[in-house]
T-cell receptor
């Protein structure tokens, strides 16, 4: 089975720019969760998409937005980038909002904001 | 609000020695507890989970964890570590109907010496 893939793996942006990160979920999974992992920290939940609808959001401002497509792949968009947005962004896919208790993580997209 | 504390930022252990990683949680109801491992350049991988029942949980790669409600702890153990166990370990707590939204601890970095 195909695992979770994320793109791009690394990118550099400047303050005020916008970025789009992409995630292909594992085959058979209909739920995607996004996490931000700052250097030296644990992942923090941004939001989750289940069957193309947002299904829960963490403590992140509205400039963090997302989409889920009919094939259950997903995008994370961040507008008006700030220096503190520099982090590893992790996508995790699961079945039915993760009810089995296992999230399958991609390797992440490392964003650097200068 | 739920929270997770991993008191040890960094642990060094000799190959073949035992390992115990501490995790304390704060949560009002019965928590759903997880341990994930993150190797360099890799996404997070689930080691084990506790939902209910037997408080001693067996996971992959020879790891186990014990849920102690009285101490609000969910410590991870391995009797004999291998060099390949060097990684960062994250404890996480979730709640029913919000499975994909996990609260992670800050992580414990494990270094294995020959």
């Amino acid at each position: 089975e195909t695992g979770v893939t994320q793109s791009p793996t690394h990118l550099i942006k400047t303050r005020g720019q916008q970025v789009t990160l992409r995630c292909s979920s594992q085959s058979g999974h209909n739920t995607v969760s996004w996490y931000q992992q700052a250097l030296g920290q644990g992942p923090q939940f941004i939001f989750q998409y289940y069957r193309e609808e947002e299904n829960g959001r963490g403590n992140f401002p509205p400039r963090f937005s997302g989409l889920q497509f009919p094939n259950y792949s997903s995008e994370l968009n961040v507008n008006a980038l700030e220096l503190d947005d520099s982090a590893l962004y992790l996508c995790a896919s699961s079945q039915d909002r993760g009810k089995t208790g296992e999230l399958f993580f991609g390797e992440g997209s490392r964003l650097t904001v200068l | 609000a739920q929270s997770v504390t991993q008191p040890d930022i960094h642990i060094t252990v000799s190959e073949g020695a035992s390992l115990e990683l501490r995790c304390n949680y704060s949560y009002g109801a019965t928590p759903y507890l997880f341990w994930y491992v993150q190797s360099p350049g890799q996404g997070l991988q689930l080691l084990l989970k506790y939902f209910s029942g037997d408080t001693l949980v067996q996971g992959i790669k020879g790891f186990e964890a014990e849920f102690k409600r009285s101490q609000s702890s969910f410590n991870l153990r391995k009797p004999s570590v291998h060099w390949s166990d060097a990684a960062e370990y994250f404890c996480a707590v979730g709640e029913a109907d919000s499975w994909g939204k996990l609260q992670f601890g800050a992580g414990t970095q494990v270094v294995v010496t020959p």
